[in-house]
């Protein structure tokens, strides 16, 4: 399958956590499939609704993760995450992003605010993300969405 990806692209996570909450730029919103919080109310043994309220006009998501008083999300505990085997989709991808064009061709783009991603420029010579490494993405992209392989 076809698809756009940045190329030239190292990324290796700095464990900051600015991904799991608001910043002074970003309201952040953790997005949930249905899949994803039916998954994480049974690994923590909790209803939906302790971690997520249920949302419209997002979809494919149906709720959004609780956040804490400083805006981070519930489930972050010393910049580490507490649910990182079932975290969601959204979670997986970051910091990526894919969209679909009217066309169905599917682009990822990448964040400007991770300081885990470098380029060329400032990147290490390892750790670069290729092809293989966002076909991963978007198969995971397509069972979580669609409950099946490409």
Do not use: W
């Not at 804490?68 to 995450?81: A, D, P, S, W, Y």
């Not at 092809?131 to 993405?137: A, E, H, I």
Request: hydrophobic share 35%; proline share 5%.
């Amino acid at each position: 399958m076809h698809f756009n990806y940045p190329t030239e692209i190292f990324f290796v996570c700095s464990k900051c956590g600015l991904c799991c909450g608001d910043t002074p730029n970003k309201i952040r919103h953790v997005l949930l499939l249905k899949s994803d919080a039916e998954r994480i109310a049974t690994s923590t043994n909790q209803q939906i609704n302790a971690f997520a309220d249920q949302i419209s006009k997002k979809e494919p998501y149906i709720y959004e993760m609780h956040k804490n008083f400083e805006g981070v999300c519930i489930f972050l505990q010393n910049n580490r995450c507490t649910i990182y085997a079932q975290r969601p989709l959204i979670c997986r991808f970051y910091p990526f992003e894919l969209s679909t064009d009217e066309k169905g061709i599917h682009t990822f783009s990448v964040t400007g605010e991770c300081p885990g991603v470098r380029r060329p420029s400032n990147g290490v010579g390892k750790n670069k993300l290729d092809k293989l490494f966002f076909d991963r993405l978007l198969e995971l992209a397509f069972v979580e969405l669609n409950g099946r392989s490409l």
